[in-house]
Each structure stands twice: as C-alpha cells, then as structure tokens.
T-cell receptor, first 114, second 115 residues
Framework: KAGVTQTPRYLIKTRGQQVTLSCSPI?????VSWYQQTPGQGLQFLFE???????NKGNFPGRFSGRQFSNSRSEMNVSTLELGDSALYLC?????????????FGNGTRLTVT | GENVEQHPSTLSVQEGDSAVIKCTYS??????FPWYKQELGKRPQLIID?????GEKKDQRIAVTLNKTAKHFSLHITETQPEDSAVYFC??????????????FGQGTILTVHP
C-alpha cells in the first residue's frame, strides 16, 4: 500500500500570501489530521477530518483552514501568511473513524515564509 | 485540554546501555498512548503504542509501561544501537469532549547513542 503522500515537499512564500497544501491518505483511511512541527513548539495539532467533516480543531487562528474531499484527500490552506508560519506541515491518516488506530504520517511539506 | 510533558529533552547513552523516556499526561480520560521515532529529515514513525486497558507492552528491544493512576507512561529501549539515535515523541489521545480523537504530543527527546 502506498503511504501518506503530501505535495508539494517544499514551498517558499512571501508574507501576506496564501498557500494550499495537499494530502492523499493511505488507501482506505478515512480520517486525516494535520500537524504543524516547529523546533520550538514541537508537533501541534491543527485539525482532523473524517468523512468530509471537521471533527476536531486545535488552537490555531482562523487563517488556518482545511477541507476533505469525498475520496478522503485533504487540503490545508493558510491565508495571510506570517513569518511564524514557517514550519513543517505534516499530514497523517488512520483507518478508523473511532477507536485507537495508529496515525501514519506523510513526509510533510516544508513551508518557508519570507 | 490535554497536556503532555516529556522528559528528558536530551538523552545520551553508550551503545548497549538502556534508555528510558518518561511522559505524563493531564487528561484522565485519555486512552491511547503511542510513541513515534523521527530520524533527521524524515517523518515520525510509530514504534509502539499502548491502550489504557494494558499496563505494559513489549516489542523486541522496546517496551512501554503505563500507570493510569499516576497518569504517566514510559518508553524503555534496551541494548541501544547507534541507529536508535533519533527524536522520540510520546503522545496521548483523548477519549471525550473536545479532546476526542486529538493526539497531543510531548516536546520530544533527542536520543543519541554513542558507538
């Protein structure tokens, strides 16, 4: 089975711009989560989607949004980029809507805001 | 919400020694506790996990213990090897309310195994 696929791998944007990141989960996985990883803050939960619905949300401003499509693929959007948004954005999928199935991470998108 | 504290932040051991990383969590309703290993420039990968109805789980050189009363869990690596060098993250998943399904991570431990 192919793993979680994230595109693009690297992205450089300017302050004020917006960006869209894409994630394709493992085939059959319906839950997709997004995390922000920075050296200072570690892995911070952004949101989780299941069956095209946002089921849970972390403590990030409204500039961070996401969505999930009927094929379980997910996108994350960040508007009005700030320098502090520079980070590795990780997508993870899991097989069950409920219960304790493990998260499988993608390789991430490295976003640099200048 | 859930808060996960992880110690130590860095750990240096000699090859063949054991390594122990400890985590505490705040939400008594949390019921799932995975550990991830992240090598430099790579994605976090699950190495072992434990559910709240189990006190200990082993997988070859790796073991995890859970103390629900004290709300802490630990990762034990025996006979460490240089390829064990990486950043290790503990995490806890909430079981109810706004925490449901959300995985909260510790700050990570940089493990260095010296040959």
């Amino acid at each position: 089975k192919a793993g979680v696929t994230q595109t693009p791998r690297y992205l450089i944007k300017t302050r004020g711009q917006q960006v869209t990141l894409s994630c394709s989960p493992i085939s059959g996985h319906r839950s997709v989560s997004w995390y922000q990883q920075t050296p200072g803050q570690g892995l911070q939960f952004l949101f989780e989607y299941f069956s095209e619905t946002q089921r849970n949300k972390g403590n990030f401003p409204g500039r961070f949004s996401g969505r999930q499509f009927s094929n379980s693929r997910s996108e994350m959007n960040v508007s009005t980029l700030e320098l502090g948004d520079s980070a590795l954005y990780l997508c993870a999928s899991r097989s069950e809507g409920q219960g304790n199935s493990p998260l499988h991470f993608g390789n991430g998108t490295r976003l640099t805001v200048t | 919400g859930e808060n996960v504290e992880q110690h130590p932040s860095t750990l240096s051991v000699q090859e063949g020694d054991s390594a122990v990383i400890k985590c505490t969590y705040s939400d008594s309703a949390s019921n799932y506790f995975p550990w991830y290993k992240q090598e430099l420039g790579k994605r976090p990968q699950l190495i072992i996990d434990i559910r709240s109805n189990v006190g200990e789980k082993k997988d070859q050189r790796i073991a995890v213990t859970l103390n629900k009363t004290a709300k802490h869990f630990s990762l034990h690596i025996t006979e460490t090897q240089p390829e064990d060098s990486a950043v290790y993250f503990c995490a806890a998943r909430g079981a109810g309310g706004t925490s449901y399904g959300k995985l909260t991570f510790g700050q990570g431990t940089i493990l260095t195994v010296h040959p």
